[in-house]
């Protein structure tokens, strides 16, 4: 198994927000703090959806698609691996959506498994922080 300190700039960003169990747009405020948000936006299908697609292949992440409906039951949809590559080419689902920023139960989240929670635990701070790697910070 690799080590937080093996983990990309990116996957650290996105496992940090997996631990969260945050909506996916989140990781954009902790990645590429380089340039302005809507860069990001615009970078993230390409530079981050691939990341994101081998940490839940290597099953340290499982995104969810959450609904304002399914939330009230208390559900939510998993995102098949196969399926993921074209969700996540969609630039809305790194957006907050006006109801996701608010309720926070609108959007797709991320949230670690079994497996990343080890992973992320192998920081030995105890609180991984992902902007020690962060190549970008001025």
Not at 4 to 32: F, G, I, K, T
Not at 50 to 63: A, D, F, H, K, S
Request: charged share 25%.
């Amino acid at each position: 198994m690799r080590t937080w300190d093996q983990l990309s700039h990116a996957a650290q960003c996105l496992m940090v927000n997996a631990r969260e169990h945050d909506l996916l747009p989140a990781v954009l405020y902790d990645w590429r703090t380089d340039v302005d948000f809507t860069v990001r936006l615009r970078l993230a299908p390409a530079e981050l959806a691939p990341v994101l697609i081998r940490l839940v292949n290597e099953g340290l992440i499982e995104v969810r698609r959450l609904t304002p409906e399914k939330d009230a039951l208390g559900t939510y949809e998993t995102v098949s691996p196969a399926d993921l590559p074209s969700v996540l080419a969609d630039v809305a689902v790194w957006d907050y959506s006006d109801r996701g920023w608010d309720d926070r139960d609108d959007g797709l989240a991320i949230v670690e498994t079994p497996a990343g929670q080890q992973l992320s635990r192998t920081d030995r701070s105890g609180v991984p922080n992902p902007q020690a790697s962060n190549p970008y910070l001025k």
